[in-house]
């Protein structure tokens, strides 16, 4: 399934109790639950000013609907061509720049 990375504005999200982030996941987890299994949450990262979600879905459609929702808007979609990580560099036989 595709990965998508969602950066969503919320002025203050750095500044959100843990009761406050606690609700927004649940309120995530409602809307996953009625939109199904095409759409799948795994974490988002929160910063002073924005929320940065990483979603397996099967459409940026379902992303849209999932912050209808749960009433957080979505400011960029991005697909997630591939992933790089510490391992990558350390690779055996993969091309050298």
Known sequence: MP??????????????SPLELRQLALR????????????RWLHSYVTAG????LYD????????RHAALTGVPVTRIE???TVIDPVAASSQGQGAA
């Open 3 to 16: 990965q998508f990375l969602v950066e969503r504005d919320l002025p203050g999200a750095g500044r959100l």
């Open 28 to 39: 995530s987890c409602k809307a996953l639950n009625t939109l199904g299994p095409a759409i």
């Open 50 to 53: 924005k929320l940065y979600c």
């Open 57 to 64: 879905a099967q459409s940026e459609s379902l992303i849209q």
């Open 79 to 81: 697909l997630i061509a």
